[in-house]
C-alpha cells in the first residue's frame, strides 16, 4: 500500500476528532465532531471518483448533546 496526497475541489471541514464518517459506494460522508471547543453538526461528502468535496449540511453548536435531523442524499 501507498499513500499520496491528492488535490481536491471544495471546501474540506475543518480539523477535528469524534466526528462519524461512512463510505457508500465511491462517496465518503464525514458527519460532526469536535474541535475543542465547539462540537459541530456538518454533512461533508467527499467524491473519491472526482475528489470533489461538498457541504451538504452545517450547523455549529455548543451543546453536549446533538440532536440529529435527517437529511434527503
Known amino acids: 500500500m501507498r499513500?499520496?496526497?491528492t488535490q481536491?475541489?471544495?471546501?474540506?471541514?475543518?480539523?477535528?476528532g469524534f466526528h462519524e464518517a461512512a463510505m457508500v459506494n465511491s462517496k465518503l460522508y464525514v458527519f460532526g465532531g469536535?474541535?475543542?471547543e465547539?462540537?459541530?453538526?456538518?454533512?461533508h461528502v467527499l467524491?473519491?471518483?472526482?475528489f470533489q468535496e461538498v457541504l451538504l449540511?452545517?450547523?455549529k453548536i455548543r451543546?453536549?448533546?446533538v440532536l440529529l435531523k435527517p437529511i434527503q442524499i
Not at 481536491?8 to 477535528?16: D, K, L, V
Not at 465547539?38 to 454533512?43: E, G
Not at 467524491?47 to 472526482?50: E, G, H, S, W
Open 3 to 5: 499513500w499520496y496526497k
Open 8 to 16: 481536491c475541489q471544495g471546501t474540506p471541514p475543518s480539523a477535528r
Open 34 to 36: 469536535f474541535d475543542g
Open 38 to 43: 465547539r462540537y459541530f453538526a456538518d454533512v
Open 47 to 50: 467524491d473519491l471518483t472526482q
Open 57 to 59: 449540511g452545517h450547523e
Open 63 to 65: 451543546k453536549k448533546s
